[in-house]
């Protein structure tokens, strides 16, 4: 009976997705100047990825990352507006980017997924995390395409802030009215790190645009709210990396943006702001204080044994053992005692123990983002991997000190303390391939990519153009090129 349910389940979903991808395509051709409407709530849905918004697929009873093949409400849109852009609905305005900027480290990341596959044992499993490589491509590639000017830009925005509001809702209504959360709270994720993490990106994205201001009072009141969001939340779900990298950004942001140009307002708003988060501060301490003294001795010590299997399976298989292979490998084969050390030469009948309550309690995934690149994929994997993230960081960093425009230019800066808290947390979590998180690192990036064409190129020979824009020690021309459509 349960496969028969499972069954019809994923057969409805393929029916929702092979419909609403459609009829997103035809809104769009008969709305087109709704566009902005469909960014905005893009990036809005991405953050709900839970049923009966999600399905995957042919869903499998599996502890890897990956269970089934995914269809969100994001791939949704995303997938329609797709086929909006190849069928047209920009044509005459803007030229598509068929090969946007970043895209050949990825699609070399994903060929060496794909190849991984080859000598896995569980093959099935990894095409899970492949179709997922793929939609990320699409979404990507659709972002880069449809965010042309700076209304589209503030479309991304307001549907990312929105959603950091809407996990605060969340967050207070199933603690305080359903009282479904006792301890920690998880909003629409998963897990309390998910939440935190995906609101550890918004939230100096959100401080910098509050702190410089968007000229728009119901943008800022939105930046205002979505940075109280973040912080509440990450409080609530008492994540301690989190909550450490957290104060990081909200410890960074100010400073840098105040010297970007310093005016009263911003000021009066950092007051403002230590005040409040003081007040949140003090009344969270206790919990906080008591979460990090009592968390648990064991969880650290798993994500060591994680860490010591995925490398040693990095050792024995140079093109890894497959993508989303990590957690089968554990458990059914010798790398299972790399995580139960202790208990190799204590108990009298292994096998038994491998299949009793206690003996499956350490199995899961290497909480360790590059690590398990590299498990699954080999060195090579997780080199690749780091080549792609790195060239976003360089590419955030260049056009921050490129751009003159101040709020572009705090835009920028946000964006970069969102993907260093990211790729921070990786060392200490596997979430960035959980779905919400991937797809809002492929949101944000598709979005910084398509700033660059807000911040005019000038005239000037290639090493003055650098200086200017890595140092600004060279003033600009007074022509400057028009940006690209």
Request: glycine content about 8%; aromatic content about 14%.
């Amino acid at each position: 009976m349960i496969g028969i349910a499972v069954s019809t389940s994923s057969l409805a979903w393929i029916f929702v997705f092979l419909a609403g991808v459609p009829a997103v395509t035809g809104l769009l051709f008969l709305f087109p100047q709704r566009k902005r409407l469909f960014l905005g709530l893009l990036a809005f849905v991405v953050c709900h990825v839970k049923k009966p918004w999600y399905m995957e697929v042919f869903f499998e009873n599996y502890r890897g990352v990956d269970r089934g093949f995914g269809v969100t409400m994001a791939d949704l849109l995303f997938f329609g507006m797709g086929l909006w852009l190849v069928l047209g609905g920009q044509r005459g305005k803007h030229r598509l980017v068929f090969w946007p900027w970043n895209m050949g480290p990825y699609v070399l990341l994903t060929l060496i997924g794909a190849a991984s596959l080859i000598g896995s044992a569980v093959p099935y499993y990894g095409l899970f995390t492949l179709h997922k490589f793929l939609r990320g491509m699409v979404l990507y590639w659709v972002v880069v395409n449809m965010v042309r000017d700076r209304e589209d830009l503030f479309a991304v925005l307001r549907g990312l802030f929105a959603s950091s509001v809407f996990q605060l809702w969340m967050v207070l209504y199933g603690k305080y009215v359903t009282g479904e959360y006792v301890n920690r709270v998880v909003g629409s994720f998963p897990h309390p790190n998910s939440l935190a993490m995906y609101v550890d990106v918004i939230t100096p994205i959100a401080l910098a645009v509050l702190l410089v201001s968007s000229g728009r009072k119901w943008m800022d009141v939105l930046a205002a709210a979505a940075v109280m969001a973040g912080v509440v939340c990450v409080i609530f779900t008492k994540s301690r990396a989190a909550l450490a990298i957290m104060s990081l950004t909200l410890v960074m942001a100010p400073p840098i943006t105040f010297l970007l140009k310093p005016s009263k307002r911003q000021v009066g708003l950092m007051a403002a702001g230590l005040v409040v988060l003081s007040a949140i501060g003090a009344m969270a301490a206790p919990k906080i204080i008591k979460r990090f003294n009592e968390a648990p001795k064991e969880s650290a010590e798993t994500r060591v044994y994680f860490n010591h299997a995925a490398l040693a399976m990095a050792a024995d298989h140079p093109l890894g053992t497959g993508l989303n292979s990590y957690s089968w490998m554990l458990a059914n084969t010798h790398y299972y005692w790399y995580v139960y050390p202790d208990k190799r030469k204590e108990v009298d009948n292994p096998r038994e123990f491998r299949y009793s309550k206690h003996g499956v309690s350490r199995l899961g995934t290497c909480h360790h983002i590059y690590l398990l690149f590299a498990a699954e994929t080999g060195w090579i994997g997780m080199y690749v991997f780091l080549l792609w993230i790195s060239r976003f960081l360089l590419f955030n960093l260049v056009w921050f000190f490129r751009a003159r425009d101040r709020l572009l230019k705090a835009i920028l800066l946000g964006m970069l303390l969102g993907f260093w808290t990211l790729h921070t947390q990786g060392l200490l979590e596997w979430i960035f391939r959980q779905t919400a998180v991937f797809y809002e690192f492929f949101l944000v990036s598709g979005t910084l990519v398509a700033m660059r064409r807000m911040i005019p190129m000038v005239h000037a020979p290639l090493w003055k153009r650098l200086l200017h824009g890595l140092y600004q020690t060279v003033p600009p021309p007074s022509r400057p090129i028009p940006a690209r459509a």
